[in-house]
C-alpha cells in the first residue's frame, strides 16, 4: 500500500530557516498536504501542493514537490517559537474514497 | 464559521460501553471521513462518507460503525469498545478537489 515518511524531529534556532522533508510512494498521488498539529489541537492544513506542480509559496511557507523522486518538502522562513509543533505530511491518491495517507509527523523544536 | 465540529472532546469509558462520538459540519459538504491518530502511525481513515445514505471502509473499519442520514452529521459508532481503540479520534469533510477540513479531536480513553 502507499507509504509516507517523514524524519521525527527537528530542532532550530528562533530565526532560522526549517526544512522539514517527507517522502512518499504513490505514483498516482494528486495533492500533496501539510497539516499543523499543536499541543491539544486539531489539525491545522497550512498549504497543499497539487502534482503537477513543482513549487508553491505563501508567505512564510514554500513547498517543493520533486515528483519524480516522490520527495515533498516544507521550508518555513524566519522560523518562530509560535511554529512549535507537530507537522503532517499527507498524500491523496487518485481513489474514489479520497482517503490521506499521512506521515507519522515531525516534531519542529524551535528555540529561543 | 465554517468549521467541522466533534463531541466530546474527552471522553474516558469502560471496555463493552456503546459510545457515540458526533460530528457536523456546516459547509454543506458532501464528503466526511473519521480518522484514528495513533502515536508512531500518524492518522488512518476508518470510514468515510461520499454522500447521505452512502458509507464505506476505510483501512481500519474494525469495531466500528458509521452513519450518515443527514448530509451535515457523521457519528462514529462502537458498539462495544475495547482497550486497543484508546485514540486520538479526527473527523473531517470536504469539497470535491479541495483540502480536508478537520475537526478538534476527540480523545477516548478505554479501560
Known amino acids: 500500500g502507499e507509504d509516507v515518511e517523514q524524519s521525527l524531529f527537528l530542532s532550530v534556532r528562533e530565526g532560522d530557516s526549517s526544512v522539514i522533508n517527507c517522502t512518499y510512494t504513490d505514483s498516482s498521488s494528486t495533492y500533496l498536504y501539510w497539516y499543523k498539529q499543536e499541543p491539544g489541537a486539531g489539525l491545522q492544513l497550512l498549504t497543499y501542493?497539487?502534482?503537477?506542480?513543482d513549487m508553491k509559496q505563501d508567505q512564510r511557507l514554500t513547498v517543493l514537490l520533486n515528483k519524480k523522486d516522490k520527495h515533498l518538502s516544507l521550508r518555513i522562513a524566519d522560523t518562530q517559537t509560535g511554529d512549535s509543533a507537530i507537522y503532517f505530511c499527507?498524500?491523496?491518491?487518485?481513489?474514489?474514497?479520497?482517503?490521506?495517507?499521512f506521515g507519522s509527523g515531525t516534531r519542529l523544536q524551535v528555540q529561543p | 464559521e465554517a468549521q467541522v465540529t466533534q463531541n466530546p472532546r474527552y471522553l474516558i469509558t469502560v471496555t463493552g460501553k456503546k459510545l457515540t462520538v458526533t460530528c457536523s459540519q456546516n459547509?454543506?459538504?458532501?464528503?466526511m471521513s473519521w480518522y484514528r491518530q495513533d502515536p508512531g502511525l500518524g492518522l488512518r481513515q476508518i470510514y468515510y462518507?461520499?454522500?447521505?445514505?452512502?458509507?464505506d471502509k476505510g483501512d481500519v473499519p474494525e469495531g466500528y460503525k458509521v452513519s450518515r442520514k443527514e448530509k451535515r452529521n457523521f457519528p462514529l459508532i462502537l458498539e462495544s469498545p475495547s482497550p486497543n481503540q484508546t485514540s486520538l479520534y479526527f473527523c473531517?469533510?470536504?469539497?470535491?478537489?479541495?483540502?480536508?477540513?478537520f475537526g478538534n479531536g476527540t480523545r477516548l480513553t478505554v479501560t
Open positions: 501542493i497539487f502534482s503537477n506542480m
Open positions: 499527507a498524500e491523496r491518491g487518485d481513489t474514489g474514497r479520497r482517503a490521506l495517507t
Open positions: 473531517a469533510s470536504g469539497a470535491p478537489n479541495s483540502p480536508l477540513h
Open positions: 459547509m454543506n459538504h458532501e464528503y
Open positions: 462518507s461520499m454522500n447521505v445514505e452512502v458509507t
